[in-house]
């Protein structure tokens, strides 16, 4: 098991281009920036990460953050293994989801993944 010394924001420092994250020559996260999109992709997170509150509480955490984003003409989307589970931001067409978020700016694309995801975050 690794520790890992990163501030949480360190991400959003980068603008564009690619950031491969592995542990012992495994990849765990693959995260891509463009100017109005940022991907990231867990792949496997090989640490424990002290428990959250659980998904709704996220869900309503990350309200603002999404707000944020779309203001600014921005997309975070959140991939597990190279599937998109989560759009923040202008992209995010939430459908009925908004319903749960009580956000126009929130897109859970695959819930029974998003939950898994919520359990390394």
Request: overall charge positive; charged content about 30%; hydrophobic content about 40%.
């Amino acid at each position: 098991m690794k520790t890992l010394n990163l501030p949480a924001n360190f991400l959003s420092y980068l603008q564009s281009g690619n950031l491969k994250i592995s542990c012992d020559d495994t990849p765990s996260i693959n995260f891509t920036a463009t100017d109005e999109l940022k991907i990231i992709d867990v792949i496997d997170i090989p640490i424990k990460i002290s428990k959250k509150p659980w998904l709704i509480k996220q869900l309503s955490e990350a309200k603002d953050l999404a707000k944020n984003l779309k203001k600014q003409n921005k997309t975070l989307e959140v991939r597990l293994q190279g599937e998109t589970v989560l759009k923040l931001g202008k992209k995010a067409n939430p459908k009925l989801v908004k319903i749960i978020t009580l956000s126009n700016d929130i897109e859970i694309s695959d819930l029974k993944k998003l939950k898994k995801l919520s359990e390394f975050i």
